[in-house]
């Protein structure tokens, strides 16, 4: 089992920024695939960001392109989204995932992602 727990969300104007952070318990953090996804209301949730186990490669939804970044830290067991130009339509709880931890290729599907944090709320006002 993993324990995500994220932090970092809040209320921010149209254009500010932030950095969710998201640290992670229980297992080898270093062998997970982690990504964040985001969950407006009403809609579904749906991918934001994605890195790899080792560090060496994201993936980014072409909606946060050019405005969002995903980084880790592995001696930090830590994963962060760093936010910018935020967009009133941003607006939504942010997920911490981590996928099955075998070490795998690089994927953005939901359902490749095993284990959740309980979110954090990201609000943007126009």
């Known amino acids: 089992q993993v324990q995500l727990v994220e932090s970092g969300g809040g209320l921010v104007q149209a254009g500010g920024s932030l950095r969710l952070s998201c640290v992670a318990s229980g297992r080898t953090f270093s062998n997970y695939n982690m990504a964040w996804f985001r969950q407006a209301p009403g809609k579904e949730r749906e991918f934001v960001a994605s890195?790899?186990?080792?560090?060496?490669?994201?993936m980014l939804a072409d909606y946060v392109q050019d405005r969002f970044a995903i980084d880790r830290d592995n001696a930090k067991n830590t994963v962060y989204l760093q936010m910018s130009s935020l967009r009133p339509r941003d607006t939504a709880v942010y997920y911490c995932a981590a996928d099955d931890g075998t070490q795998k290729k690089l994927e953005y599907e939901i359902d490749e992602y095993k284990f959740w944090g309980q979110g954090t709320q990201v609000t943007v006002s126009s």
């Open positions: 890195i790899r186990w080792s560090g060496d490669r994201r």
